[in-house]
């Protein structure tokens, strides 16, 4: 009976793998750090609602022709951002933070850390 090694090669390297997975103790990567975007134009933030993990990237980009904020008390606040700028925010603490504009109080969003 004749194998091809190539055959013989992805079996092993299936085998092993899935030995890996199933190990005790084996330590498995953290999923890595994601950057978000948040586009602030016509006066809302889009989208409205966003979910990020600890330690992910949230950048918020003013697309609006003058400038606002993004503030959620004792949060975050990123102070005004210009018309074309943008502000980036490294979410770490877990919870629902709920922001809005200083500038224009009717634009409100939340940032879920989870």
């Not at 899935?18 to 933030?45: F, K, S």
């Not at 400038?67 to 770490?92: C, E, L, M």
């Amino acid at each position: 009976m004749r194998i091809a090694t190539g055959a013989l090669a992805v079996g092993a390297s299936w085998a092993l793998g899935v030995a890996l997975a199933a190990a005790p103790g084996t330590a498995v990567a953290a999923d890595p750090a994601r950057t978000h975007e948040v586009v602030i134009q016509g006066m809302l933030y889009v989208p409205e609602t966003l979910t990020v993990r600890p330690g992910d990237v949230v950048v918020w980009i003013n697309k609006d022709p003058f400038p606002h904020t993004v503030t959620a008390s004792g949060a975050f606040d990123s102070g005004p951002i210009a018309a074309g700028k943008s502000w980036r925010f490294t979410a770490r603490r877990a919870g629902a933070h709920p922001y809005l504009c200083a500038l224009h109080s009717t634009m409100k969003g939340t940032l879920r850390v989870e």
